[in-house]
């Protein structure tokens, strides 16, 4: 009893070593009731999501699978009572036997059995930890989704601010013969627009919100603040590092583990070929003689037509795909990591181009267009045409940021490893 505990104790540790991303989040706590952050959105993740629930339960039925593998066979107990009745009256002329039977496993079909169960549990720890790992960057992805929703609401309600202004400023003139009624006629139209995209991203934002809300059993979404600034946007790594960067896959992993089962499959299968021997023990009653005697006994089966060649031979043939499916699927996960890094430059260069260069050259052609729309020297065309392009700046840059978030997160996804600690390990 006290073996099969530990079993599980250390079948249950191997899993809770393998979801470490989760032992960095603190137990929730009264979150601050001025905005939410990254890492309260977790907290409240931990305490109530089910899969993370039932990870360790997950752990001790694996556990408990290897624990049964090392259990021996049980015994057998057989009477049986010869020259009964018939010709014979009553048990006078009886034989009573009675035996005590015993398997013995032979060809290391127990260590065999054992090795296939822990190398089942080492692949169910990998999918627990991917699945929990999983919940980690679903919560990260929908986090930055609301993050950039809060972004774009609060864009559009300041695009809408500088809208009325100028359409104030329209109708003024319009009123001092300073300009055509056209103008205010666009002014308007332009206002009727910013309203209607300013419920448009309320909608986007309530959706994000209960989106992410889902993950802790909220799914009717929250009301507080979002903190803008608790995402990870660590430096791009170098493209380099995607070959190395590739061994950690789950998928590549996966297929690993499934090679060292189908190998523990064949040895199981060719401990099969070695029959057991079963030991009997017992005592036979004779009645004529008033006698009673001890029987000992040994069976062998005869293994004439299984030689177990089929089960063997299948098996390893699955470890052999197994084996080539690591290094077909890690050429992949290289490939696409070296994408996604590719992929994750490019964005920051061009967020930097709008923040650094675009950006502040059309915010500051948009104020003096604005003060020459107001003096009465450019036309309200030419103004609404520059905050519109300012205001697709700033959405487009934005949307770069989403980008980037996600481009991390299908690294990480691709690598089963947050980018803090594959960038540590570089």
Known sequence: MVFILLVILLATANVARTSSVWDSIPDPAPAPSDSVTLVDVLARIKQSNPTLRAVPLRGAAAAAHVAQAHARP?????????????????????????????????????????????????????????????????????????????????????????????????????????????????????????????????????????????????????????????????????????????????????????????????????????????????????????ATTWLFGVSLPLPVWDRRAGAIHAAQASAAVAELEVEQLHAAVTSELAGHIVAQRQLRDRVRRIESDLEPAVAAAAENMSTAYTIGRTSYSDLLEVQRALLELREDANDVRLAIVQEIIAIERLCGRTIEELMRNE
């Not at 989704?145 to 559009?156: F, Q």
């Not at 009717?220 to 608790?230: C, D, H, P, Q």
């Not at 380099?240 to 590739?246: F, L």
């Not at 070929?273 to 030991?279: A, C, E, H, L």
């Open 74 to 290: 049980n015994p057998s107990l057989a009477a049986v009572a010869e020259n009964v009745a018939g010709s014979y009256s009553g048990f006078e002329q009886s034989e009573l036997s009675l035996w005590l039977s015993q398997e013995i496993e032979l060809g290391g079909k127990r260590s065999s059995r054992v090795d296939l169960a822990q190398r089942v549990a080492d692949e169910t720890a990998r999918e627990t930890h991917t699945q929990s790992f999983d919940v980690y960057l679903a919560a990260k992805e929908r986090f930055a989704v609301v993050v950039h929703a809060e972004e774009r609401a609060r864009l559009t309600q300041a695009a809408e601010a500088i809208v009325a202004r100028v359409a104030r400023s329209a109708r003024e003139r319009v009123q001092t013969g300073g300009t055509l009624t056209a103008d205010a006629a666009l002014a308007e139209a332009a206002l009727a627009r910013v309203h209607s995209a300013i419920d448009a991203t309320v909608a986007e934002r309530a959706r994000a919100r209960s989106h992410l809300a889902a993950l802790w059993g909220e799914p009717l979404g929250f009301e507080t603040n979002v903190a803008r600034s608790s995402l990870s946007t660590a430096a791009v790594p170098p493209i380099d590092s995607a070959s190395a960067w590739a061994r950690y896959s789950p998928a590549v992993e996966r297929a690993r583990l499934a090679g060292a089962s189908s190998r523990a499959s064949a040895a199981v299968e060719q401990s099969l070929r070695i029959p057991n021997v079963t030991v009997e023990a017992g005592a036979r009653r004779v009645e004529a003689d008033d």
